[in-house]
C-alpha cells in the first residue's frame, strides 16, 4: 500500500482514546480527523491524541471528504444508527464490538454496506493477533486430537451504578454483550476451524444468569453451546465477579491453555500458549512488534488495498453468526432491553422516521372491493421471532414500496400477529397498508370457531378489521353456504373487507360464489393457493392444494380472479439449494423432484442467463406475468432475501416464453 488509510473516530471516550494510539503505530493507517457530540471534546482529544483535525458533530466528521473509514465508539445502542449514517456517506466501516443490540440491527448494517459498497467489520481486535490464528492451526492441524470441549470465560467485578453504561437497561449493559462475546465468538471459531471453516454457528444455545433487580441486565451469565461436529462450548460473563479470563481447548490428545485470549500482548511482548499434551506443558510464544488496535485498523486498510468489502479476521457473516448466538444466550435467562420490547419499539433501527426508497419499488394493483391497493410481492409474517426482527424485515419491506402483509391466526402461535399488530400502531400505517388475516386452520375450520379465532386474531393486531381475510382451510363437511353467511356477517359488522380461501378448490370457491350470488351476498374475492412454475409433487403440508394446473389456470383466467400465490418460488426449488444429486432438504425432494419439474428448472436457467437474472428470479417473474391477477407471497427472513426477491420485478416475460418455461412450447 502507497497511501495510507484515512480514519475519522465517531466520538472520544476511552476506548477510541486506545483505538488513536493503535493507528499511530500501524503500519497502513493514518488518523485523519475525530468527531463529538460536543466541540470542545472532539479538541481535546484531537490535541491529545494527534488527530488534525475536530469535528463538533458526527455528522461533519461524515461529511470530511478526507475521512475514508470510520471507527464507530459510541455506546452499542447506537452503532446502528451510525454505521447506517456512515455507509449513506461512503465511509467504510470498524465498528466497536458489539456490532449491535441485537442480530437484527446487524443485519440492518450489513445490508446498508453492501447496498452502499462500503466494508463493514466488527472491531474484534484479538481476532487480527496471530496468536488466534495460531490457535486456529493448532485446532486444525490435530495437535489436540479429536477437539471436544472448550471453556472460555470474560468477567470482571465493576460496582454498581445504574447510570454506567455497564449497568444501564436504556445502554445495553451486562456482561453477555459488553464482554460474554469474546468467548461466544472464539468458541464458534475453534469450532469451524476442526471443519476446516472460518466459523461454525451452534445449533442449540442454552444458559443461565442472574440479572439485577434495579435494571434487569445480566451480572452474572454462563451458557453451553452445542455444534453439529461435535464440539461442546461452556462460555460465562460476569460484570459482578472477576474471572480468569482464560480459553481452554480439550482434545483427545492434548488440552491449550490461553492465558490471555481476549486482549493478547502485542508491541513486540509475546503471547504465550500452553499445550498440555503426553505429561507435559509446552509453551508456544506468538510476538508481534504491532499495536493491538493497529492490526484492526491494518486489516480493514489490506482488506481494501485487495478490493474487498470485508476482512478474513470477522466476517459480516461471522458477525450475524455471534449476534444470533448471543441473542439465543439472552433469551435463555430472559433477558429483553426495555426498548427491545414490542410496546416500546417506536423507533426505526436507523431512528428516524420511515421513507420509500428511490428506485426500484414494489408495485402494487386493485383487488375489486378493496379501496387499498395490494402490493404484487406480499409479505408473509410466520418468521419473526422478536420485535427488533420483524421491525428490520418490515421497515425495509415498506421503505422498498410494501404494502401488504399476510399472517395467520396459527402463526407462531400468535406471535406473528402480535408482533406486526406492534409494528403497525408503533409506526402509524393502519389506513396505509392493507392487512391478510388467516384464521380457520383444520381443526378448527368451522364457522363458530372462525369467529372466535378472528376476534383474537384482531385483538393481537390492535385493529378493528382486515382488509383481507382468507379462511386458511376448507372443511367439506359443513355447507359452503355456512361459511359465506358468517363472512357477510363480519362483512356488514365492517370488520372484513374482502374474504377469500387458502387451500380451497376452485370448484368450492365456485359454488361459494353461485350460493353467494343467489342470496344476494358478497362472495369470495380471492383464492390464496400454492402457484409456482414448479409443479408441487406432494403437498407440502395436509390438506395444500395447488392451482398450477392447465384447468385451474383458465379457469383463474376466464373470471380474472385474483390469486395470492404462496410458496411461489417452490421453496428454493430454483436455487443451489436444488439438483437430482443434493437430497439433503427432505421437504424440498419430497414436494417438488420430479423430472418435469427438473427441465422446468433448466429452462429457468437456460432464460435467467439470457435476461441476466437469477433462476429464482425468472420463477417469480412466472408468477407475476400470468393473464389473470397474481400477488406472489414471499417469506424473506432476512434483508437480503427481500432484496434477491425484488429482481423478478425487472424481468419481462413474454406469453411465448411462459408457454415455454412451463414445457407447453419447444421454443420460446
Known amino acids: ?71 464507530i465508539a459510541v455506546p452499542h445502542p447506537q452503532h446502528v444508527e451510525w454505521a447506517v449514517k456512515a455507509a449513506e456517506a461512503g465511509k467504510h466501516i470498524l465498528c466497536e464490538k458489539p456490532i449491535g443490540l441485537n442480530r437484527a440491527e446487524a443485519m440492518v448494517m450489513a445490508e446498508a454496506a453492501r447496498e452502499h459498497g462500503v466494508l463493514l467489520m466488527e472491531a474484534f481486535m484479538y481476532r487480527c493477533h496471530p496468536q488466534t490464528a495460531k490457535i486456529a492451526e493448532l485446532v486444525r492441524s490435530g495437535t489436540l486430537g479429536q477437539v471436544k470441549l472448550v471453556q472460555a470465560s470474560f468477567g470482571f467485578n465493576a460496582p454498581f451504578n445504574a447510570a454506567s453504561r455497564l449497568w444501564a437497561n436504556a445502554a445495553g449493559g451486562g456482561g453477555i454483550l459488553d464482554v460474554g462475546c469474546y468467548p461466544v465468538s472464539i468458541a464458534r471459531l475453534i469450532a469451524g476451524a476442526m471443519n476446516g471453516l472460518p ?64 486482549i493478547p500482548p502485542s508491541d513486540g511482548q509475546p ?63 430472559g433477558l429483553v432491553y426495555e426498548q427491545e420490547k414490542p410496546e416500546n419499539f417506536h423507533h426505526t433501527h436507523a431512528r428516524r422516521p420511515l421513507r420509500r426508497r428511490p428506485g426500484l419499488l414494489i408495485p402494487s394493483a386493485a383487488i375489486a372491493g378493496l379501496a387499498k391497493p395490494v402490493s404484487r410481492l406480499i409479505m408473509g409474517c410466520d418468521n419473526q421471532e422478536t420485535m427488533a426482527h420483524g421491525a428490520a424485515v418490515w421497515d425495509d419491506y415498506y421503505e422498498r414500496g410494501g404494502l401488504t402483509f399476510d399472517t395467520a391466526h396459527i402463526y407462531g402461535g400468535g406471535l406473528q400477529e402480535k408482533l406486526l399488530g406492534h409494528w403497525v400502531k408503533n409506526r402509524g400505517l393502519r389506513e396505509e397498508v392493507s392487512l391478510i388475516v388467516k384464521g380457520a386452520h383444520t381443526p378448527f375450520c368451522n364457522p363458530t370457531d372462525l369467529l372466535r379465532e378472528f376476534d383474537t386474531s384482531l385483538g393481537r393486531l390492535q385493529t378493528g378489521y382486515a382488509d383481507l381475510y382468507v379462511m386458511h382451510r376448507d372443511n367439506p363437511d359443513v355447507p359452503v353456504g355456512e361459511f359465506v353467511d358468517v363472512l357477510n356477517q363480519q362483512v356488514r359488522a365492517g370488520r372484513i373487507r374482502v374474504f377469500g380461501g387458502s387451500n380451497w378448490s376452485l370448484a368450492r370457491i365456485a359454488a361459494a360464489n353461485r350460493y353467494a350470488e343467489r342470496k344476494g351476498l358478497q362472495g369470495f374475492g380471492v383464492v390464496s393457493n400454492n402457484f409456482s412454475l414448479a409443479r408441487m409433487v406432494n403437498p ?73 437474472v437469477s433462476p429464482i428470479a425468472i420463477a417469480a417473474a ?46 420460446p
Not at 300 to 325: P, Y
Not at 563 to 582: C, H, I, M, V, Y
Not at 640 to 653: A, G, I
Open 199 to 262: 466459523f461454525l454457528d451452534p445449533v442449540a444455545v442454552t444458559g443461565a444468569g442472574q440479572l439485577h433487580p434495579e435494571t434487569g441486565v445480566d451480572a452474572v451469565a454462563a451458557a453451553t453451546l452445542k455444534f453439529a461436529n461435535g464440539l461442546v462450548a461452556q462460555v460465562a460473563t460476569s460484570t459482578a465477579v472477576g474471572q480468569d479470563n482464560s480459553l481452554r481447548i480439550y482434545g483427545t490428545a492434548g488440552m491449550l491453555h490461553v492465558p490471555s485470549p481476549w
Open 622 to 667: 412466472y408468477v407475476l406475468h400470468q393473464p389473470f391477477p397474481t400477488f406472489a407471497l414471499i417469506g424473506p427472513r432476512f434483508i437480503h432475501e427481500t432484496v434477491s426477491s425484488l429482481e423478478c420485478l425487472k424481468v419481462e416475460l413474454t406469453p411465448r416464453e411462459l408457454a415455454w418455461l412451463n414445457l407447453e412450447r419447444e421454443r
Open 271 to 333: 503471547a504465550k500458549l500452553l499445550l498440555h499434551k503426553d505429561g507435559k506443558v509446552e509453551e508456544i510464544e506468538i510476538v508481534t512488534p504491532a499495536a493491538l488496535y493497529g492490526l484492526e485498523a491494518d486489516a480493514v486498510a489490506q482488506a481494501l488495498a485487495a478490493g474487498r468489502r470485508e476482512t478474513a479476521a470477522m466476517s459480516v457473516a461471522d458477525t450475524l453468526g455471534n449476534m444470533a448466538a448471543l441473542d439465543a444466550w439472552r433469551a435463555a435467562i
Open 1 to 71: 500500500m502507497t497511501t495510507p488509510l484515512g480514519w475519522g473516530i465517531l466520538a472520544t471516550g476511552r476506548i477510541a482514546g486506545i483505538f488513536a494510539q493503535g493507528v499511530a503505530r500501524s503500519q497502513h493507517s493514518r488518523l485523519v480527523a475525530v468527531g463529538s457530540r460536543a466541540a470542545a471534546n472532539a479538541e481535546r482529544f484531537a490535541k491529545e491524541f494527534g488527530v488534525p483535525r475536530a469535528h463538533g458533530s458526527y455528522e461533519a466528521l461524515l461529511a470530511d471528504p478526507e475521512v475514508q473509514a470510520v471507527y
Open 540 to 612: 407440502v403440508w395436509a390438506g395444500c392444494i395447488a392451482a398450477s394446473d392447465p384447468d385451474s389456470r383458465r379457469w383463474l383466467k376466464k373470471r380474472q380472479f385474483p390469486l395470492l400465490a404462496w410458496s411461489s418460488q417452490a421453496r428454493g426449488f430454483f436455487t443451489d439449494r436444488a439438483g437430482p444429486d443434493k437430497r439433503d432438504d427432505e421437504q424440498l425432494v419430497r414436494c417438488w423432484y420430479s423430472d418435469d419439474n427438473f427441465a422446468r428448472r433448466e429452462r429457468a436457467v437456460v432464460l435467467a442467463a439470457k435476461k441476466g
